[in-house]
């Protein structure tokens, strides 16, 4: 009964590759996010999603792209991956577009780029 | 100059004592303000959120807003060792792009540790 999940829970690639992440909430939410916490913990958000529609996309490369199949999902897809990449990353919901409302979190997938 | 800035600690405390958590902002748009906590490789959680200044008390947990000095605290009372977390806060800001659209900016987060 996880409200937000994120698939895998730890990935270690090398420089150069291509990956994906996985992110479902079974919360019946408009919006869904993802944030990028560096080493120092600062957390950061990427991109947000609602009703399949891209509405903040923050200063990040476009080797990061945000895929929404539907409205309970919303993927990561890096190309070309970096040193820099190294990261946990959170997918997170909220009930609409006013964040405002509690934005619920997943568990984070821990990225190590070696 | 970063528009929340947060001591990110690590804060240690006995149990008992009373925390106090601060973070300062520089964007006099943010008009809802927020405290995360996240527990050791955990996602953060909501804790409480306030609209503009004032005070909100829920349980031990009281979080003050001073927007006039663009200051925000959250105090625990009689901290207790499963407060030790890492706490965020969290302010929004309506987008420009999009009426009715918030963007939420996070401070670093402070680590609180409260010792038996």
């Known amino acids: 009964d996880t409200a937000v999940s994120q698939t895998p829970k730890y990935l270690v690639t090398q420089m150069g590759n291509d990956k994906s992440i996985k992110c479902e909430q079974n919360?019946?939410?408009?919006?869904m996010y993802w944030y990028k916490q560096d080493s120092k913990k600062f957390l950061k958000i990427m991109f947000s999603y609602n009703n399949k529609e891209l509405i903040i996309n923050e200063t990040v490369p476009n080797r990061f792209s945000p895929k929404s199949p539907d409205k309970a999902h919303l993927n990561l897809h890096i190309n070309s991956l970096e040193l820099g990449d190294s990261a946990v990353y959170f997918c997170?919901?909220?009930?609409?577009?006013?964040?405002?409302?509690?934005?619920?979190f997943g568990p984070g997938t821990r990225l190590t780029v070696l | 100059q970063k528009e929340v800035e947060q001591d990110p600690g690590p804060l240690s405390v006995p149990e008992g004592a009373i925390v106090s958590l601060n973070c300062t902002y520089s964007?006099?748009?943010?008009?809802?303000f927020m405290w995360y906590r996240q527990y050791s490789r955990k996602g953060p959680e909501l804790l409480m959120y306030?609209?503009?200044?004032g005070n909100k008390e829920d349980g031990r947990f009281t979080a003050q807003v001073d927007k006039s000095s663009k200051y925000i605290s959250l105090f625990i009372r009689d901290s207790q060792p499963s407060d030790s977390a890492t706490y965020l806060c969290a302010m929004s800001a309506p987008l420009l792009l999009e009426a009715g659209s918030y963007q939420l900016t996070f401070g670093k987060g402070t680590k609180l540790s409260v010792i038996p």
């Open positions: 997170a919901s909220s009930p609409g577009d006013r964040v405002y409302n509690e934005q619920f």
């Open positions: 919360l019946g939410h408009d919006t």
């Open positions: 306030t609209y503009s200044s």
């Open positions: 964007n006099s748009a943010f008009q809802y």
